[in-house]
């Protein structure tokens, strides 16, 4: 199985300054048939089912503010909220659905400074 | 208005049964593949299973296999969870979703499984 760590588990930053969330996979979720990483970010907020963010490690899904965006390849990626929003406050996950068992990241809760 | 909603959640006794359905309205559901996700209180997310356009393939975590089964109407655009045996380490909410590949765009807001005597 692969196996997705996160890190920090928590962040606390300023409104206004950069959010930078760490994922790494156990294995290679890029995929040499189609030289796609098989990675994705959601967001979610208490209460609310998961948010999709970021597929294939670095599309933005429709409607996703341009200060969050996704990077990396191959076994590490990074999730990075530029300019640090109240809204962004949530708890981000990474998913690899290279194969299955799809699995997540423990998880990285952002708070406000 | 797309939307998916989860309904059949609720309290169990260890070893008892529930069937979970998925309503989908909005969009077409048999271009999407499925899922169930669940989140035990207080925990992060956990993949349960997927299930192909046309209902031809599935896949399980390997903690439900052989007593949960996905399966799919798309005709009344409704996906099921139907789980047995259930322990009490099943309590979650669990959310399905739905997406053109493995990365789910579209989800509901839940239902509760409570598996408790």
């Known amino acids: 199985d692969f196996v997705m760590t996160q890190s920090p588990d928590s962040l606390t930053v300023s409104l206004g300054e950069r959010a930078t969330i760490n994922c790494k996979s156990s294995?290679?979720?890029?995929?040499?048939?189609?030289?796609?990483?098989?990675l994705a970010w959601f967001q979610q907020k208490p209460g609310q089912p998961p948010k999709l963010l970021i597929f294939?490690?670095?599309t933005r899904e429709p409607g996703v503010p341009d200060r969050i965006s996704g990077s990396g390849s191959g076994t590490d990626f990074t999730l990075t909220i530029s300019s640090l929003q109240a809204e962004d406050v949530a708890v981000y996950y990474c998913?690899?659905?290279?194969?299955?068992?799809?699995?997540f990241g423990g998880g990285t809760k952002v708070e406000i400074k | 208005e797309v939307q998916l909603v989860e309904s059949g959640g609720g309290l169990v006794q260890p070893g008892g049964s529930l069937r979970l359905s998925c309503a989908a309205s909005?969009?077409?559901?048999?271009?999407?593949?499925m899922t169930w996700v669940r989140q035990a209180p207080g925990k992060g997310l956990e993949w349960v299973a997927n299930?192909?356009?046309?209902?031809?393939?599935?896949s399980y975590v390997d903690s439900v296999k052989g007593r949960f089964t996905i399966s799919r109407d798309n005709a009344k655009k409704t996906v099921f969870l139907q789980m047995n045996s259930l322990r009490v380490e099943d309590t979650a909410v669990y959310y399905c979703?739905?997406?053109?590949?493995?990365?789910?765009?579209?989800w509901g807001r839940g239902t509760l499984v409570t598996v408790s005597s």
């Open positions: 979703g739905s997406g053109s590949g493995w990365h789910f765009d579209l």
């Open positions: 909005g969009i077409t559901l048999s271009r999407d593949w």
């Open positions: 299930i192909k356009e046309d209902g031809s393939g599935k």
């Open positions: 294995q290679s979720v890029l995929s040499t048939s189609d030289n796609r990483n098989y």
């Open positions: 294939w490690a670095s």
């Open positions: 998913q690899q659905y290279y194969g299955a068992p799809i699995t």
